[in-house]
């Protein structure tokens, strides 16, 4: 028997859950059921590997199992950036090993391109739009890295465009930044709507519990799910669940993942005339060249997000003292990009989760017999889980490829130190690398 000690339990005022489009919530789980398939963890990777091993095994029943709310979670609290380029934060030029970029890049563009498939096919209502991204540097430091990106993409041919300071503000309005790379593939979109609109397409055979949180689990030739109103037994079991997927019992799994917290804020609807005072393009998102800079988007609505600070939660739930004090670094990041909407308040405020790996590598295949896994998508949740989970459940089939090849191959997520040497590592790390971000917060 492996008890779960730690159960997501995310703060209230998301703004992109409370926007999105109201859907009738899966009523908990009751009582005992047996299936064949059980999923933990219906965010990106979760409901990618359900609705795929619907697909593979159409004769059998899949249960899909959320501790929240769908949309509410983690998959709903990002910036919504579905991105296609490769970014090893570890390389010179972001690039890295060339042959491991253009596989990245493969699986990023077939995340994508099953999102927008989907979308498209079901019409889910989340404002999904090939917008590209901007990354923007304001110090001289950052337009190093702006540079060294520029021979990364060239080594890799993809396409970019510089864009200096004083071309900006008819691209974003602001004229705080000095300098920008712009690439075309990212597709911006709300994310709370997207992983909602999944959820209410999935195949027929696929049976979804929301707010059913798994707290004990027994492993043999079967897998047993507890939770506080029944059980759910299941022939084979996969883990979606990124960072609590550590809580389950498996060595490989321990120490591997950082729950790192990020914060963001989102102002009330800009009026006509902010519109026409801001300027620039209608919608779009800006992410830092340092990372630990402040991610902004204009949203569909005309909101503009901000999101920066970090918080290391080794329980993986939010700490509500952080969202007070991050929500005048917010305010002061937005006053120093924004002096000319002096009158725009934040509506909303939240904090979101990272599941991080010192190597920046993920888990992907088998983890005991009856027992697989897909955790880590170390920022990049929207392509890099929909893609994972996707092809674990062409694997679990039977199905090789290239893409799955190399995800098996790849190795995982390393171990990290033992607290309180990992909470005393960590909390220096992310304070260091923010008082350093210096104007790019």
């Keep these: 028997m492996t008890k779960v000690t730690a159960l ?30 059980a999923v933990i963890g219906a965010g990106y990777t979760g409901l990618a590997a359900a609705r795929q091993l619907a697909l593979n095994f159409p004769n059998d029943e899949v249960i899909l199992i959320e501790a929240q709310e769908v ?46 498939d989907l979308v498209k096919k079901h019409a889910i209502d989340c404002h999904m ?41 008819s691209h974003i309005g602001t004229s705080f930044y000095k300098k920008a790379l712009f690439t075309p593939g990212t597709m911006l979109l709300q994310p709370s709507a997207l992983v909602k609109g999944l959820a209410d397409s999935l195949p027929s ?57 990020l914060y963001a804020s989102m102002t ?31 949203t569909h609505d005309n909101r503009i997000l901000m999101r920066n600070s970090f918080s290391f939660n080794p329980n993986g739930k939010p700490k509500p003292h952080c969202l007070e004090r991050f929500i005048y670094k917010h305010q002061r990041s937005f006053d120093n990009r924004f002096p000319m909407l002096p009158d725009v308040n934040f509506e909303y405020t939240w ?56 995800l098996l191959e790849t190795s995982g997520p390393n171990k990290v130190p033992p607290e309180p040497f990992l909470s005393i590592g960590v909390n220096a790390t992310l304070w260091w690398g923010q008082r350093k971000a210096g104007l790019e917060e």
């Design 71 to 116: 949309g509410f979670g983690t998959a709903g609290r990002n910036a919504g950036f579905a991105i296609d380029l490769p970014h090893d934060i570890g390389a010179e030029d972001y690039i890295g090993d060339i042959d491991i970029a253009k596989t990245t890049l493969k699986l990023n563009l077939l995340g994508q391109s099953i999102l927008h």
């Design 8 to 37: 997501p339990a995310d703060d209230q005022r998301c703004a992109w859950y409370h926007l999105s489009p109201k859907r009738m919530v899966k009523p908990s789980h009751r009582g005992k059921s047996t299936a064949r398939w």
């Design 129 to 169: 739009r090939p917008s590209g991204k901007y990354q923007g540097a304001v110090e001289d430091r950052g337009i190093k890295v702006l540079e060294a990106y520029q021979r990364g993409l060239d080594k890799l041919g993809q396409e970019y465009q510089v864009i200096h300071g004083s071309e900006l503000p």
């Design 205 to 261: 055979n696929v049976t979804l519990y929301e707010n059913t949180a798994i707290t004990e689990v027994e492993y043999g030739d079967k897998v047993v799910l507890k939770h506080d109103l029944g059980q759910i037994t299941a022939d084979k079991l996969i883990l979606a669940n990124n960072a609590f997927g550590q809580r389950f019992g498996f060595s490989q799994l321990k120490r591997t993942m950082l729950p790192v917290f």
């Design 351 to 406: 904090s979101g989760s990272l599941a991080l790996s010192q190597n920046h590598k993920g888990f992907f295949g088998q983890l005991a017999p009856n027992v697989y896994g897909a955790l880590c998508c170390n920022g990049l949740g929207i392509t890099r889980g929909t893609v994972t989970g996707t092809l674990l459940a062409d694997w679990i089939a039977g199905q090789r490829s290239d893409l799955i090849d190399f």
């Design 268 to 298: 009330r609807p800009l009026t006509p005339s902010e519109q026409a005072e801001l300027g620039g393009k209608d919608f779009w998102g800006v992410i830092p060249s340092d990372p630990f800079g402040s991610t902004v988007r204009r």
